[in-house]
């Protein structure tokens, strides 16, 4: 990097020159910024920058602990063993707080031209990074957070249980703004309501579906928000509560590879250097006979031979000392690269949600039918065709139990930022095998520790929600999970 160097008299001849006719105010005035952005303009950064920071998190974090892929040849003390520290979820934290505020601004901006539309986005797009947040932490500053103006320079950390609450009270109150007549003024990346009001209605669905996510990870704790009441209001009611329907109302993030619109990896052979596919994942995927195979990943190769072998992945947390007789498969280059699409919330999930509802009896329904139509939504949105007999294969076919609703909502939560690891602290499913190398005794951590600048800056609040919870520590479990 060239370096500028302005001798002492430059600077002070400019800062003379600038004096003459400019008052000391005006010359620290940054005028390049805009005072007052519109609404619209506070929209698409956050949907760029949350979607895109998704799909980091499932490469450099989901992938590793829900055994998608590892290190390799070297796994080391990594995240696919179990390895957390205090600095793990450093990352999620900042950036996630960064663009709430981002949030909190374009609410504001709503309630101030009085849009609706806006004001409902603003609840939404809130719900959706905070409930991440939380499902990774546990209790954090929420209606404290991001008030410095307000002199609140140490925010009070807000229990689980109130912000789940607080969030499904925002999701219902912003169902209700939508203004489905209008659109949007300015470029939205999820839905184009900026140019169709059909998009507004999409917000809708996935205002209401994300509600659904929330309740569906809150059930063991029906009795104190009456989750199977508010599941029925939305389930029973499609016109008032409308959900997704098909792929195409899922929430996505066209990647086209133009600017500003660029891949989130930006070498896509930085995403496979030094890294092999989990033998878990991979091997789900050749049990179905899965035609996104090729799509997914690289053939494994025979040593020294050099052969294709077919796929298969590395053990995760291998037992150290391993030694391999194979080259595993690798993840596929082209999942970086552009054009792509960045899953948010597919309609997959969805499916799954509601088969799991139903297979608990919380809702009337097929969870057969539910299931599969999950599993073909899987499938479809990533541009696969589903096999006619792809349901005979005893491996797919829907067998009654929770647990093969979970395996395949595993395999559809693929790069969907933390759900994996999240659905599997909630129901244990699916059972990940421990290949002899795990940390923390074999058992999956079940919150990231709180970030060193929160117990200096914080420290009193930090020291109370530590306490309320149990201890900060990768295995107690959270609010919803008790």
């Given amino acids: 990097m060239k370096k500028i160097i302005l001798s002492t008299a430059l600077i002070l001849s ?9 008052t000391f105010e005006e010359i620290n005035t940054d005028t390049s910024r805009t005072k007052t952005p519109s609404v619209g303009s506070l929209l698409a950064p956050v949907q760029y920058a949350m979607a895109s920071y998704g799909y980091n998190r499932s490469d450099d974090f989901t992938f590793d602990i829900m055994q998608v892929a590892l290190d390799f040849p070297s796994e080391g003390n990594t995240i696919s063993r179990y390895y957390m520290t205090e600095t793990t979820g450093n990352g999620y934290w900042n950036t996630s707080y960064k663009w709430l505020k981002q949030v ?31 499902d990774s932490f546990g209790d954090v500053p929420m209606t404290e957070a991001l008030q ?6 140490r925010p009070k950390y807000d229990t689980q249980k109130d912000i789940y609450t607080i969030l499904l009270n925002d999701l219902k109150a912003a169902n209700a703004l939508f203004d489905t007549t209008k ?19 999409k917000w809708k669905k996935f205002c209401n579906s994300l509600s659904l996510r929330l309740l ?7 009795g104190e928000l009456n989750v199977h009441e508010r599941i029925a209001e939305i389930v029973n009611n499609p016109t008032v509560y409308p959900v997704f329907q098909n792929n195409a109302d899922g929430v996505t993030l066209d990647i ?29 995927l050749a049990d179905n006979n899965d035609p996104r195979l090729s799509m997914f990943f690289t053939q494994a190769k025979s040593i020294p031979a050099n052969a294709n072998i077919g796929y298969k992945g590395a053990p995760s947390g291998y037992a150290s000392g391993t030694t391999f007789n194979y080259q595993p498969s690798n993840l596929n280059q082209n999942l970086a690269k552009a054009p792509l699409k960045i899953l948010v919330m597919p309609y997959a999930e969805l499916q799954f949600i509601l088969s799991e509802l139903s297979f608990k009896g919380i809702i009337t329904g097929n969870a057969q ?5 999950g599993v073909k939504a899987t499938l479809e949105q990533w541009g696969a065709t589903v096999p006619a007999t792809y349901f005979a294969n005893p491996k797919v076919a829907y067998n009654g139990t929770l647990e093969r609703i979970m395996l395949q909502k595993y395999v559809g939560l693929f790069f969907v930022d933390q759900q994996q690891w999240y ?8 059972v990940l095998p421990n290949n002899g190398g795990l940390f923390n005794n074999g058992q999956m951590p079940q919150r990231m520790m709180y970030p060193t600048t929160t117990k200096v800056l914080n420290y009193d609040n930090y020291v109370a929600a530590s306490q309320a919870m149990g201890g900060d520590n990768i295995n107690t479990k959270m609010w919803w999970n008790k």
Wanted: aromatic share 10%.
């Fill in 14 to 22: 400019v800062m003379s020159l600038n004096s003459c006719d400019r």
């Fill in 104 to 134: 909190q601004e374009l609410k504001v901006a709503a309630e101030k031209e009085n849009n609706a539309n806006y004001l409902a986005i603003s609840k939404v797009l809130n719900a959706w990074i905070m409930a991440n947040l939380t």
């Fill in 148 to 153: 410095l103006e307000e002199n609140i320079m």
């Fill in 183 to 201: 659109t949007l003024s300015e470029t939205d990346l999820f839905f184009q309501a900026n140019s169709n009001a059909a998009g507004i209605i």
């Fill in 216 to 222: 569906t990870r809150a059930l063991k704790r029906n």
């Fill in 256 to 284: 086209s590879g133009v600017a500003p619109l660029m891949p989130p990896v930006a070498r896509p052979q930085d995403f496979t250097a030094y890294r092999a596919s989990g033998e878990f994942f991979t091997q789900t």
């Fill in 369 to 373: 039918a539910f299931y599969e139509n």
């Fill in 423 to 430: 659905e599997q602290r909630r129901t244990g499913f699916p």
